[in-house]
């Protein structure tokens, strides 16, 4: 995975975040060095695993490259299996998001959904991704929103509630219940690449 460019610029786009798996808490701070040092008490306090300070700082970085492009981060070496992103700067456009939903609308209409265990193992997926993104006091909220009250009540899943992707910037609680065809026909509107480990990589092969 790859490591920031400019470890002591705080990235615009993601900020110094880290999302700690095992007790799905996302810590942050104003710098590199303080969010090492919260990763590591954090963990402390949960009797986790914590290493050198050196490797917690560099899964760190890797975390928060998984969401950035090539201008922030630097791949690890000619093999590494990185995919930087270029769409962290228009996450938020409206317009984006309307157009990234155009084509799925007719599964909605025809009440066509993925099937319950597998809209839950896409969106444990999702709820480590580093692209998992809140929508909460962005121009595109509403929207969003409505986009995600389509999916019936029986099939909303609290951990991708108001969360988008940063990569596609739908969202996610529409996009683990989507069909899918719903996935493929949008992918053929705006072609995007997502990171190593994404679920769509599989339907979109």
Not at 60 to 84: M, T, Y
């Amino acid at each position: 995975m790859a490591l920031l460019r400019f470890k002591n610029e705080k990235p615009a786009y993601s900020g110094f975040n880290y999302l700690q798996k095992e007790t799905a808490l996302i810590l942050t701070g104003d710098s590199l060095g303080e969010l090492t040092r919260k990763v590591i008490d954090h963990r402390k306090h949960k009797n986790l695993p914590f290493g050198s300070e050196a490797d917690v700082q560099k899964e760190i970085e890797r975390w928060i490259c998984g969401r950035l492009g090539n201008n922030e981060c630097i791949a690890e070496g000619p093999d590494d299996p990185w995919v930087p992103l270029d769409t962290a700067s228009d996450f938020f456009d409206l317009a984006k998001i309307k157009a990234a939903s155009i084509a799925g609308w007719e599964w909605v209409k025809a009440g066509d959904f993925s099937t319950k265990e597998e809209a839950q193992r896409r969106a444990g997926i999702c709820s480590i991704c580093p692209c998992n993104s809140s929508f909460s006091g962005c121009k595109c909220g509403p929207l969003a929103q409505w986009v995600a009250a389509i999916v019936p009540n029986d099939r909303i899943i609290p951990s991708v509630d108001n969360r988008g992707c940063a990569v596609c910037s739908c969202s996610l609680q529409a996009l683990v219940n989507a069909p899918a065809e719903a996935i493929v026909a949008s992918e053929k509107v705006r072609p995007l690449k997502y990171p190593l480990g994404c679920w769509k990589l599989n339907v979109l092969a």
